[in-house]
């Protein structure tokens, strides 16, 4: 049993001019007595809670960010007018901080035999899935005085998927593409492209693209055009060992590795390219293989969703062997990884020539901008000692960054909100260059 603020306040009201007027327990019992009797029978015409029936419907996925509807339908078989507050509990990180309160919890009336239906809005501030929990039902009497309250497991799963906020760099990503495929007047011709079709002179294409042979055969001009080589195999692989869960900003590493990942594979798939992608850092964390162009974008996106940091060091050696057993074939395989000095000497760079003797090896990282304002800073005793400790940073990660390349691989290291169009760039470039 819940007693409300009411029954309070009539006690108090009538308690204070018994005290006043008559200060006896007489005066208490003639107060207090009908009172008690009032609560007894409004709690006992309160709708019962257990009997209730309770149904879920509404989204199961939501981009982070974004406003996810769950409907709760709430059935009364019951004979007694419900009358209730209701709450729908979810976890913490479901709402924005301070909105918990206004979103889980719902005032409704349900005759006996009817069905109402609630919505409860979720906000996620984070990935992953959310899982609901208990729905707490406080049910009161026709008076207000008392309530029946019980609790119901009604289960649902929200899916809160990455952001992708990167898309946004994809129109301009394609545009380039279209360029080296030799589909626009701009021909990009790099080493080990394969030759496309002819078509006629338009002015401002370059010279050395005329066939001769073809042109004297016709009365026009015509040129060679060049596209890529298609149908590469791509490896994205993601390092979620404990490097990953340090914030740059207000920005995982890991989140901003993976909207990396996402306009990578949208790119790929759009040039003709296979994706395949491994999350690794002592186990595989997430993995999809072999998926059509058109399937391999959602189901990365719901791959990568549940995936968090794992504060453990990245097994490197197994890492390695996973990659060599994802791609049996030349590939390219794009590593997200950090660029710090003791875990890529110990760990990455003794077993980096295994990958590169086989494969095309992109190693890309995110690099903390507050490191560069660091190295700038001037003015003061602790500015000075900032700009050294910035300048001593950004030395060691160039550093690693050259061992890196003088074991074969190609670096990107950017700040996060630049890693994914530089990332997508490089791509770009060792398409053109006909290094796939």
């Not at 707490?136 to 026709?142: A, K, Q």
């Not at 998927?161 to 790099?190: A, I, Y």
Request: charged share 25%; net charge positive.
């Amino acid at each position: 049993m819940a007693l409300t603020g009411r029954t309070a306040l009539l006690a108090a009201l009538g308690s204070l001019p018994v005290g006043i007027l008559a200060p006896s327990w007489t005066g208490l019992l003639a107060v207090n007595a009908p009172l008690s009797l009032a609560i007894l029978c409004d709690y006992v015409l309160a709708a019962p809670v257990r009997t209730l029936q309770f149904t879920r419907s509404g989204d199961t996925n939501v981009r982070l960010g974004e406003t996810a509807e769950v409907q709760l339908t709430v059935t009364n078989p019951s004979r007694r007018k419900l009358r209730a507050h209701l709450r729908d509990a979810w976890p913490p990180s479901s709402w924005s901080a301070g909105t918990e309160q206004a979103a889980s919890r719902h005032r409704l009336t349900v005759p006996a035999g009817e069905r109402r239906r609630l919505t409860t809005f979720l906000k996620p501030t984070r990935r992953g899935d959310r899982h609901a929990e208990r729905v707490t039902v406080r049910s009161f009497g026709p008076l207000g005085l008392a309530a029946r309250q019980g609790h119901h497991q009604v289960p649902w799963t929200v899916r809160v998927l990455p952001p992708f906020t990167s898309r946004k760099h994809l129109p301009s990503r394609l545009s380039r593409l279209r360029e080296l495929d030799g589909r626009t007047s701009v021909l990009t011709r790099g080493e080990g492209t394969e030759f496309d079709s002819l078509r006629a002179y338009v002015p401002g294409d370059d010279t050395r693209s005329i066939d001769w042979r073809a042109t004297a055969r016709q009365s026009a001009v015509a040129v060679r055009t060049w596209r890529p080589e298609r149908d590469r195999h791509i490896l994205i692989v993601l390092d979620t060992g404990r490097t990953s869960a340090g914030r740059v900003g207000d920005v995982p590493r890991l989140d901003a590795c993976l909207d990396a990942a996402l306009l990578l594979t949208a790119l790929a798939t759009r040039a003709g390219d296979r994706v395949d992608l491994l999350a690794y850092d002592r186990r595989v964390r997430a993995q999809v293989q072999g998926r059509s162009a058109g399937e391999v974008l959602s189901a990365m996106v719901n791959a990568l969703a549940p995936v968090e940091p794992a504060l453990v060091e990245t097994d490197a050696r197994g890492l390695t062997a996973a990659v060599l057993a994802g791609a049996p074939r030349r590939s390219l395989v794009v590593l997200l990884t950090g660029l710090d000095a003791a875990p890529v000497e110990e760990g990455l760079l003794p077993v980096l020539r295994r990958l590169t003797r086989r494969h095309t090896v992109l190693v890309a990282s995110v690099a903390d901008p507050h490191v560069e304002r660091m190295a700038k800073a001037r003015g003061t005793v602790e500015a000075v000692y900032e700009a050294a400790a910035g300048a001593r940073d950004r030395a060691g990660r160039l550093r690693t960054a050259e061992r890196l390349q003088h074991h074969g691989a190609v670096v990107v290291d950017a700040t996060p909100d630049s890693l994914a169009p530089a990332l997508a760039d490089a791509y770009l470039a060792l398409k053109g260059a006909g290094r796939l």
